[in-house]
């Protein structure tokens, strides 16, 4: 039995995402795949229960027989935060790492540990990446998401400098496609003179930065006026529409798989949206559609979402969330699978852990 680490340098690089891109491409090798994320700073309390959703989501997606409270042994929630701190909090949370991941790798091949939102983190209750890895002879992929040359070029020599040898090298994600070549040719021979294997090397994809018309409502604190069934249709791409009805059917075709958020006293706007590629309509200033436009709405089964912002405040809320939303969509787990299949070097990454494919 095998444990790979997949961490990151900062959240929301694609951890999630390719802990499943990756446990999937295990399963069809043949492998039985377990799953644990050691130490949750995301996790809310649900009724009775402390829940992460990336965890809640890995069971779904393995079809693991494990709790929750195993997959997720160590959240930390705000409270119990305060509870360290204070003193009131004693738990040795070291340990309760320890036999939940007995449990969990009991008759695995490969057990995934999805790591924090930073190399860092964790070291309140002396559980960082470094810690972890020791504690479950876990080595590491880290996962570190583009920003520019510079920053991509010093998270990796942090990492190789904070996890050493441990670390099994690198994957390189949201490269602008432009800027593809450059990472390919010059970036990655330059960190693997370094010994920074670069396992893949993946570009920026709409689909994966998108957003569910759920998540939309959810951020603006909006109501779904028609057309519910269609909330976890994915949003790729944000459009106002503030122009004159003249120039808005020309406009709106620009942009497919889209949001358009306009006053609810734009009738004309609405319309000429609804006659193209459009996910939903967000009416801004608490103005209801007539009859007419909500009918119409339905007929083309568009969610028209009202909330009570302003436009300006609207489009504010929804730039904050897109690329920062959960992976936990099949259309996002589909499209990742078929980009690790084209770009991830697979047979580098068994050979450094010791795997055959059956």
Known sequence: MVTLYVTSTETFAGKSAVCIGLGRQLLRDGFTVGYMKPLSTTARRVREQVVDEDAEFAKRMFNLTESNELLAPVTLTPQIVEAIL??????????????AYVEVSQHKDVVLLEGGASLREGYIVNLPTPNVSKLLNAPELVVIKYGNNMQLVDDALTAKTRLDDSMLGVLINVVPRQLMRFVQEVIKPYLEKRGIKVFAILPQERLLLSISVNELTEALNGEILCCPEYGDELVEYLMVGAM????????????????????????DIQLAALETS?????????????????????EVGVPMILVKQDTLTAVEIIERYFGK???????????????????????ALYQALGLKRK
Do not use: W
């Open 86 to 99: 204070s003193g009131e909090e004693t738990t040795d949370f070291v340990a309760k790492l320890k036999s």
């Open 244 to 267: 004159s009805v003249d120039s808005a059917l020309t406009y709106f075709r620009r942009k497919p798989n889209k949001a358009v958020i306009t006053g609810g006293d734009r009738p």
């Open 278 to 298: 459009t996910k939903c309509l967000i009416l801004t200033g608490n103005m209801r559609p007539s009859p007419i436009i909500l009918g119409r709405a339905e």
């Open 325 to 347: 939303t959960r992976f936990h969509q099949e259309k996002k787990v589909q499209r990742f699978q078929e980009m690790l299949n084209e770009r991830f070097d697979f047979d």
